[in-house]
């Protein structure tokens, strides 16, 4: 297995890197313009800026989303509709090695984007609310200080966020892999293929998600997280004359949602395995 995630990161690692290079021009140059603002003391954004940050704002989500649902499923549009695919089909190698060898290099690389995701969102989040209530305040002091109050929120916070991002990952890659990987079994028209993935997928997540709300509901199965102040929950513009409360609040999230996905996941695995061992044609 480790071999197929050596594999999996070296064929992914000139496109990831494009995709990086993107995410990192596009945001830029959002942060070009409005800087530009920021250090002129404009009093409201150039059209300029405006135009920008909606092209960062939509090309940054979708290419997480994208990144999120192609990483999750472990690349295999590549592995089972291309022809490059067959060589690694070939090899002796068990179903549940292939799919957990790309689920694991599609892991990393999800975790990657999604922390250069992270870095342009904190960039933003604090250059335009500046812009909109106070151009004098120092840019750095508020990202700094957001930064503390996030840092500030403890260790176990920040593991229950992972975790639930990773319970989350997981579930919506597995299914996703199933989908494919059953549609591609039984289907062999590709466009077809395709859509009846998608139905699949939409189907699962609806009942997973109907369900595990209804338990959370029915036993109160949340799990309680402490949430950073906001950027104006704290005296982090001191120019502008605005102080409000230091009080913490708590974000409740349904836990039998992401341990039902769990399961299901687990289950769809084991399929999605024997699947690939005994229904895809090499």
Known sequence: MK???????????????????????????????????????????????????????????????????????????SLLFKDTGYLLLSLPRRGWQILAGRFIAGLAEAALFFLAFTLCASVHTVLWPILAMSPDTSFWQVYLERWQSLVSLGVVTHAKIALIMICAFTAVGNLLSFAIIATRSFIHRKGLSWISAAVVFIVISNIATSWGQAISKRFSWYLHIDRAPSLMSRNVLPLSGIHQ????????????PFALYLIIAVLLFIASSWLLDNKVEV
Request: aromatic residues 12%.
């Open 3 to 77: 071999e197929i995630i050596k594999y999996q990161l070296i064929s992914r690692r000139k496109p990831f890197l494009f995709s990086l290079a993107a995410l990192l021009t596009i945001n830029g140059v959002s942060w070009f313009f409005g800087a530009r603002d920021l250090l002129s003391n404009a009093p409201q954004f150039s059209g300029s800026s405006v135009f920008w940050l909606f092209i960062a704002g939509v090309f940054s989500s979708v290419s997480l989303i994208i990144t999120v649902l192609a990483c999750g499923s472990g690349h295999l549009k």
């Open 245 to 256: 409360s230091h009080s913490m609040s708590a974000l409740e999230v349904p836990l039998a």
